[in-house]
Nanobody, 124 residues
Framework: QLQFVESGGGLVQPGGSLRLSCSASGFTLDYYGVGWFRQAPGKEREGVSCIGRGDGSTLYTDSVKGRFTISRDSAKKTVYLQMSSLKPEDTAVYYC?????????????????WGQGTQVIVSS
């Protein structure tokens, strides 16, 4: 059974850090690019970061550049999103998704598998 599970969300103060994890089972994660998306209340789901298969090229949305880092651990079948210098506007449900492509992008419709999401709240 194909499964994609996010973890690591929680409540953090502004300026703090969190590391989100996205673990895959039932399929070989190395064959896929992986994207992190987020959805805040009342807003559309938006792409945050993604990492391609193969050369591991990465992409970040402008608002998180320099603060978030995406990485992949093939042995653990896990993709991480290290989030630092968090801001209240980063508050959202974060989802990971897999795309069957060499690279990656932020087009939601191109992604084949989605996790259930993990809540991140940045508040004092």
């Amino acid at each position: 059974q194909l499964q994609f599970v996010e973890s690591g969300g929680g409540l953090v103060q502004p300026g703090g850090s969190l590391r989100l994890s996205c673990s895959a089972s039932g399929f070989t994660l190395d064959y896929y690019g992986v994207g992190w998306f987020r959805q805040a209340p009342g807003k559309e789901r938006e792409g945050v970061s993604c990492i391609g298969r193969g050369d591991g090229s990465t992409l970040y949305t402008d608002s998180v550049k320099g603060r978030f880092t995406i990485s992949r651990d093939s042995a653990k079948k896990t993709v991480y999103l290290q989030m630092s210098s968090l801001k209240p506007e980063d508050t959202a449900v974060y989802y990971c998704a897999a795309i069957n492509a060499f690279g990656c992008n932020f087009h939601r419709s191109y992604y084949d598998y989605w996790g259930q999401g993990t809540q991140v709240i940045v508040s004092s």
